[in-house]
């Protein structure tokens, strides 16, 4: 992913429109009620963090030489270059958040366990968490999976039988747009993207 889509787009959106982004579609990533109890674990590890730093007086190369020794330097190094990737890209997408979303998802656990701990009602508590995770799970099969019912390789198809005969060569990319009439790209078509053919058909899933 990080090779793939890490790409910086000429004109894009700024870091500052990027952070704001993405951060707004954490929420829609995670669901509303998962997201809540990420916003308590992070202020409990925030907590926790603040309560256990070292004093400024401490601070120095042995600081520094400890924390690369911590078995959490590798994840978060790994998570904090992708993420100053993508405010640097100038693009959005939000497939991008992924590689996020088990630490978001461990820290909505630390929330939701302390949460219902302090509350003295796990049970009812698990009940509401299960409740609203199927209620979102419904609308998200109902709502939004509903927009995708009908297939846009169809629409490919007849737009090919409209616009080429069917002597003509149809050339495609991958086998997901390799719709009737079209044939996928081999050699330097393939590798170089040197498209002979005078029609080249290809969409997208969304």
């Known amino acids: 992913m990080i090779r793939n889509d890490n790409l910086t787009v000429a004109g894009g959106r700024t870091p500052l429109e990027q952070l704001g982004l993405y951060l707004w579609g954490i929420p829609r990533s995670l669901g ?3 997201w809540l109890f990420f916003v308590v674990g992070l202020a409990l590890a925030a907590l926790r963090g603040w309560r256990h730093r070292l004093p400024l007086t401490r601070l120095g190369p042995a600081a520094a030489y400890r924390l690369t020794r911590s078995p959490y330097i ?25 590689p996020f979303v088990p630490v978001m998802c461990f820290l909505a656990a630390i929330g939701f366990s302390r949460t219902s701990a302090k509350l003295g009602s796990h049970r009812v508590m698990a009940g509401a968490m299960l ?24 629409a ?7 616009v080429a005969s069917p002597s003509d060569d149809v050339v495609t990319f991958t086998g997901y747009s390799l719709v009737r009439g079209s044939r996928l790209a081999e050699g330097s078509e393939a590798t170089d993207s040197r498209i002979s053919s005078e029609f080249f058909v290809s969409c997208d899933i969304e």
Do not use: W
């Open 74 to 98: 590798v994840p978060l190094s790994a998570l904090a270059l992708h993420f100053a990737s993508l405010l640097a890209a100038g693009y959005h997408g939000k497939r991008h958040l992924l």
């Open 156 to 162: 490919l198809a007849a737009k090919v039988s409209e």
């Open 32 to 34: 509303l009620a998962v």
């Open 131 to 154: 409740l609203t995770l199927v209620a979102y799970q419904m609308y998200n099969a109902v709502g939004v999976e509903a927009g995708y019912a009908y297939d846009i390789r169809n």
